[in-house]
């Protein structure tokens, strides 16, 4: 069974730095594509970041220079480096697992979610 | 950036009613790369429809989805009361991978 377990979030001051754990069971995190996702507090889904199977690294425009995605393959495990942090950086963060189907996996849709961590950034 | 919009921002049916909702693209969706998620309170989303029209894996077929290019729709076709929640589209063709802002469907 597929499972992802996020940690380390909490409270930051603005212009500090937080890293994020995604803990993955029941599949290899680096043979699949991994996403970060958040959602401010009562608003919308937005997609932050993409690490292909292959280590290519995608971000939004709003996080871009600030934020760095990585992988752990010993712990299996998904990372998310987070400085300079603002108060709009404010959100629940999902990690997400990309789509696989016959043996061939995707980026996306997201087809698994973990629970999410909760970062609060202010002062 | 492709900005999706989602129509009707709430919806307010009873159970058993059809529930459909809408998601525009601001530019063509090619290959047909939108999906759509559902999120209950204190829940992380939920897939429910990949390549505008298939149902992932253990989704009731009450729900189907169906559209092309920039208009594409999320029908249920009888609600039950586990379907009252907010439901989010998705493209996927082109970073950003943009979401779009959500329908919440309430019960009447």
């Known amino acids: 069974e597929v499972q992802l377990v996020e940690s380390g979030g909490g409270l930051i001051q603005p212009g500090g730095s937080l890293r994020l754990s995604c803990a993955a069971s029941g599949f290899t995190v680096s043979s699949n594509y991994m996403s970060w996702v958040r959602q401010a507090p009562g608003k919308g889904l937005e997609w932050v970041s993409l690490?292909?199977?292959?280590?290519?690294?995608y971000y939004a425009d709003s996080v871009k220079g600030r934020f760095t995605i990585s992988r752990d393959n010993s712990k299996n495990s998904l990372h998310l480096q987070m400085n300079s942090l603002r108060a709009e950086d404010t959100a629940v963060y999902y990690c997400?697992?990309?789509?696989?189907?016959?043996?061939?996996?995707?980026?996306?849709?997201?087809?698994?979610w973990g629970q999410g961590t909760l970062v609060t950034v202010s002062s | 950036e492709i900005v999706l919009t989602q129509s009707p921002g709430t919806l307010s049916l009873s159970p058993g009613e059809r529930a459909t909702l809408s998601c525009r693209a601001s530019?063509?969706?090619?290959?047909?790369?939108l999906a759509w998620y559902q999120q209950k309170p204190g829940q992380a989303p939920r897939l429910l429809i990949y390549a505008a029209s298939s149902r992932a894996t253990g989704i009731p077929d009450r729900f189907s989805g169906s559209g092309s290019g920039t208009d594409f729709t999320l029908t249920i076709s009888r609600l039950e009361p586990e379907d009252f929640a907010v439901y989010f589209c998705?493209?996927?063709?082109?970073?950003?991978?943009?979401f779009g802002p959500g329908t919440e469907v309430h019960i009447k």
């Open positions: 998705q493209q996927y063709v082109s970073s950003p991978f943009t």
């Open positions: 997400a697992r990309g789509f696989c189907s016959s043996g061939s996996c995707y980026p996306h849709p997201l087809n698994h």
């Open positions: 690490i292909h199977s292959g280590g290519s690294t």
């Open positions: 530019q063509s969706v090619t290959s047909s790369y």
